[in-house]
Each structure stands twice: as C-alpha cells, then as structure tokens.
T-cell receptor, first 116, second 112 residues
Framework: GAVVSQHPSWVICKSGTSVKIECRSL??????MFWYRQFPKQSLMLMAT?????????EQGVEKDKFLINHASLTLSTLTVTSAHPEDSSFYIC????????????FGPGTRLTVL | GEDVEQSLFLSVREGDSSVINCTYT??????LYWYKQEPGAGLQLLTY?????DMKQDQRLTVLLNKKDKHLSLRIADTQTGDSAIYFC????????????FGTGTQLKVEL
C-alpha cells in the first residue's frame, strides 16, 4: 500500500514551452501533497505544499506564476512548469501525506525534466 | 532556518555495519526520518523515530537519537551491495505543517 506515482517519468522539452507533471496517490487519499526539486548530487528542496481544494503554499524564492500547482482531488496534484528554460532542468519529486496519517509522506518516483 | 547536515560519502565492505550520521539544528523537531534513494528514483522511507525516543530497531536498521546533541544516526547491520544508495535524514518540526527539511544526503557504497 501507500504508492505514489508520477507521470511522466522523464520529459524533454524546448525552451519556452510548458510542462505538466502529475502526482497521484494510488491507494490512499491525500489531503496534502508536497513538491520538491532536486539538483544532481544535492538534497531535496521543498518548493510548495499543495492542499486539496485550496491554493498551494510556496516556499520563499519559488515563483508561483512559474510553477503552477493544482490539487483538484484527494488523489491528484499537478505541477506545471510554465515557459520552461534550461535552468528549470531538474528532478522533480512529489510526496503525499495520507489524510489519516499526516505525519508520514510517501514519495513518488520522480520526474526528470530536461529543457533544451 | 533549519539546517540538517550529513557527511557526503561512506564506503564499507559487504557484511560490515554501516553507520550514517546526521546533525540538525531545530530543537522543536517532532519526528526524524531516514530515506533511501537509488539512482534515478524517488525516496523510500526506511524508518523514523519520534523525538522522545532514544533508539528504534527494525530488522537490520537501528536508529539512535541524541536529542541533547541533536545527533541522529542510522546503523545498517550486515550491509549488502543492494544497500548502496544515497541516504537522507529529514526532520519535521512542531508547527511546521508536516514539512520536512532534508539533510544533504550520504552516498553509501558497499564494496565486495
């Protein structure tokens, strides 16, 4: 149980295009999902906290107009990287907290974004 | 803000024990976690410890917490080649809204 999926697993896009990444909790409901960014050989940096039915809370320094987050249901959150540029290339990982076990986060497998 | 530090690299021989260390600064930490990340993959929760505990053992894994020194360690007994990965400690602080602050990650290499 407690499986989180991400789609796509790897995406390559041209500079200036927008990319949507999906995060799904497959066998549990998640009121809260988190989006992280990880650069090569570095730790995870929290970008934003996504709450179902409300606006996401962004960490300091993260542009909310650049990284659009939508948490429309208890099993799906999406991150859209708008007008992507090469510096947005990174590994994006989501996690989900079960609605009844809020101290625990289950992580997705990650999405590797390469912007040319 | 909170700071979580780990050594970058650890190399051990198969069958030996591995000890990965982590220090943190937030005295209001409630839970501390250990995650494993294999190349190109997401994070796998290995174990966690509540801040009022000193030790937790789960099969080959032993977590020790020294709250006074803000020091957390993960001991892997009988380390196998499949244990080679990057290990992250993370802390959740009281009032942090379940947000995790991750350490810098320790790459464990298990040699034959």
């Amino acid at each position: 149980g407690a499986v989180v999926s991400q789609h796509p697993s790897w995406v390559i896009c041209k500079s200036g295009t927008s990319v949507k990444i999906e995060c799904r909790s497959l066998d549990f409901q998640a009121t809260t999902m988190f989006w992280y960014r990880q650069f090569p050989k570095q730790s995870l940096m929290l970008m934003a906290t996504s709450n179902e039915g409300s606006k996401a809370t962004y960490e300091q320094g993260v542009e909310k107009d650049k990284f659009l987050i939508n948490h429309a249901s208890l099993t799906l959150s999406t991150l859209t990287v708008t007008s992507a540029h090469p510096e947005d290339s990174s590994f994006y990982i989501c996690s989900a907290s079960p609605s009844d076990i809020t101290d625990t986060q289950y992580f997705g497998p990650g999405t590797r974004l390469t912007v040319l | 803000g909170e700071d979580v530090e780990q050594s970058l690299f650890l190399s051990v021989r198969e069958g030996d024990s591995s000890v990965i260390n982590c220090t943190y600064t937030d005295s209001s930490s409630t839970y501390l976690y250990w995650y494993k990340q294999e190349p190109g993959a997401g994070l796998q929760l290995l174990t966690y410890i509540f801040s009022n505990m000193d030790m937790k053992q789960d099969q080959r894994l032993t977590v020790l917490l020294n709250k006074k020194d803000k020091h957390l360690s993960l001991r892997i007994a009988d380390t196998q080649t499949g244990d080679s990965a990057i290990y992250f400690c993370a802390e959740a602080s009281r009032g942090g809204g379940n947000k995790l602050t991750f350490g810098t990650g320790t790459q464990l290499k298990v040699e034959l």
